[in-house]
Each structure stands twice: as C-alpha cells, then as structure tokens.
C-alpha cells in the first residue's frame, strides 16, 4: 500500500481544490489521488445509508410502539376506568404509561401513521392517548380482549371506539336525588325482609337495585312522551321490590304475606303465592301525570309471562286507545333463563 501520509500535510484549500477537478474529470487528477477520492465518496454514500436505516428504525419502532400503547388501552384500559364515584381506584398495574411502551415525553407531539388503528388520521400521540382515555378509561370500564370469537370481538370493539363521546349524559341534582331515594328504598327493604324473615324462601333484588330506578325513569320519561300505561312482565327476583317501590303497594300487604296472615288466592297454587300475584295500581309521575300501571301475574314456568304482556298491551292499545300504541308501553324484565334461551324462550 502506497504512503498516503502527505494528506496530513495537505492545505484543506488545496484538497478541496483537487476534489473539485477530480469531480469535473475524475482522469484530471493523480491515480493515488483518484483512488482517495472514490473511498471518500463511498464512505459519504454508506453513512448516508446507515443514517436513513437509523432514521427508518427508529420511526417503525415509534409507530410499533404506539400500536401496541393502543391494544394495551384495549387489553387493560378498564383497570383505569372511573367507575367508583365514592373513591379513586385502586393501583391495578395497568402499565398504561407512555414509557411502558418504550416512549418519551419528547415523543408526544410525533405524529404518525399508526394511529389508524384507531380510526383516526393526523393525530400526534398526545391526543391519540386523551381519546383511548376517553373511550376506555371514563364512567364505563369495557373487557372484551378474552372473547374468543374474532367476528364478536371487532364487532364489540368497533361499537365501543366509535360511540359517541360527545353525549353529555350528565344528571341534575334533583334527578340524582330520585335516584339515590329509589337506590335507598330497594336495598332497606331487601335488608329488612333479610333481617326479619330469615330463612323464608325469598328472591331477592340484591345486587340489581338499579332495576328501581331505571324503571322509575321510564315511567317519567314515558309519561313526558304520551304514554299513559305500563303493563311490566317479571319473573320472582326482585318481584316484591317493585311492588313496594315501584307500584306502591304496601308494606303493610307485603309483610301480611310474609306473616301467613293474607287471604291467599288458591287459584295461583300454594308455596311462593306472593311471587305469583299481579298488581294493578295508578302513580303520579315528576311532571304530576297519571300513569296507570299493571304487573302481571306470574307462574312459575320460566318466561311464560313475556307473551302474555305483549298480548295484554296489544289487546289494551287496540280496545282501549284506539290502536294508537304510544299509549302503552310493555315492558319485559328478564331473568337468566332468557339469556340461556330455556322455558318458553327456548
């Protein structure tokens, strides 16, 4: 190999002023000279290379990093979700942050492509995580990533990403009044007629007292649109909950029940007789309207109650109002054999 050290003698001008010639005709210069050049130029072309590859790199990694912050909101995002209005959740190791995913505060005006994902397009990683904090960590806490089915999974998926956030679905205080006076009046009776009438055979509204105050929301709001009776079909859970609290029956009837002191009513059998009754009663709604309301009877057979309240409302909306069906209003609660498709369901 030739001895090249006269470069580090070399002025910078007159190098320069070589590189130039050797660039307008690279036979105008000396062969050691031309030689230098060539290795020169190739070391600029492969750095050059070796920079775009970092750059590519680092920008799939960005964007493998934000598809997977996506799927970690859908996976984990109800461990965040505010569900609790009396206290803050507990710490449940969400791993939810941007450096769980290998990102940096710097990163989060990046704007890339991956946020498709999402449905959405042009939004830096800021807001692609204030809209999964929206969708997956507000008033409802969604889990759905252990559904087997794909087809079900996506469809879930897609109706819960693409709802509509901007509903303000906020109470007044007078309606959150209500429904905590509803909520309150479901859960002492179910404590008192535990408290009272232990071991008598009971089905209780444990656990579904919301039941009270939906029902008492329709009635209200059905009362504002038109509708002037509710014939409501149950099965024994919670039945004597919406006697007393719903349709005003007495506690004093109820109790007479419970005691063996009421008259009952052989034709609906014996045993759990006060599960089985109907009720008929007129309630005055938020706005001072009358609404008449029945509860039909119910027997034992699971479901069997579901036709007869439609045939019931059918038959009433068509003799009584006049086939004008905004006036009636059925209404179906059902139990678990619905769900698994049993009795009359099935």
């Not at 070796?50 to 790199?57: K, L, P, R, V």
């Not at 119910?298 to 009584?320: C, F, M, Q």
């Amino acid at each position: 190999m030739k001895n090249l050290s006269f470069l580090t003698n070399a002025h910078p001008a007159y190098i320069e002023k070589l590189y130039m010639d050797y660039k307008a005709d690279s036979e105008a210069v000396n062969p050691e000279w031309k030689q230098f050049f060539q290795g020169f130029e190739l070391g600029m072309t492969q750095s050059t290379l070796e920079t775009a590859n970092i750059s590519g790199d680092s920008e799939m990694s960005m964007e493998m990093s934000i598809v997977s912050l996506i799927h970690g909101y859908r996976s984990r995002g109800h461990l965040l979700s505010d569900t609790n209005p009396i206290r803050s959740r507990k710490d449940r190791k969400a791993h939810l942050q941007i450096h769980d995913y290998e990102l940096q505060d710097k990163d989060l005006n990046y704007i890339g492509k991956a946020g498709v994902e999402l449905g959405v397009k042009g939004l830096n990683i800021q807001q692609i995580i204030d809209r999964l904090n929206s969708i997956y960590c507000g008033k409802i806490g969604f889990e759905y990533a252990h559904i087997e089915d794909r087809a079900k999974r996506l469809w879930l998926r897609d109706r819960i990403e693409n709802r509509n956030l901007s509903v303000d679905y906020g109470l007044s205080l007078s309606e959150k009044k209500r429904i905590l006076e509803k909520l309150n009046g479901a859960v002492m009776l179910e404590k008192f007629l535990h408290t009272k009438y232990v071991g008598q055979k009971r089905f209780s509204l444990e656990g579904g007292e919301s039941t009270i105050a939906a029902l008492d929301v329709m009635i209200n709001s059905g009362s504002n649109l038109g509708v002037e009776e509710l014939v409501i079909g149950m099965a024994h859970r919670g039945r004597l909950n919406v006697l007393a609290n719903i349709m005003g029956k007495t506690y004093e009837q109820i109790f007479s029940e419970f005691e063996g002191t009421a008259i009952p009513d052989l034709s609906f059998g014996s045993g759990d007789v006060k599960y089985h009754l109907g009720f008929s009663s007129m309630v005055e709604s938020n706005s001072n309207k009358h609404i008449y309301l029945k509860l039909a009877p119910n027997p034992s057979h699971l479901e069997a109650v579901d036709p007869v309240v439609e045939g019931l409302a059918r038959a009433k909306a068509d003799l009584i109002y006049g086939s004008d069906y905004d006036k009636i209003l059925p209404v179906l609660i059902h139990g678990d054999a619905a769900v698994a498709g049993q009795g009359v369901v099935f």
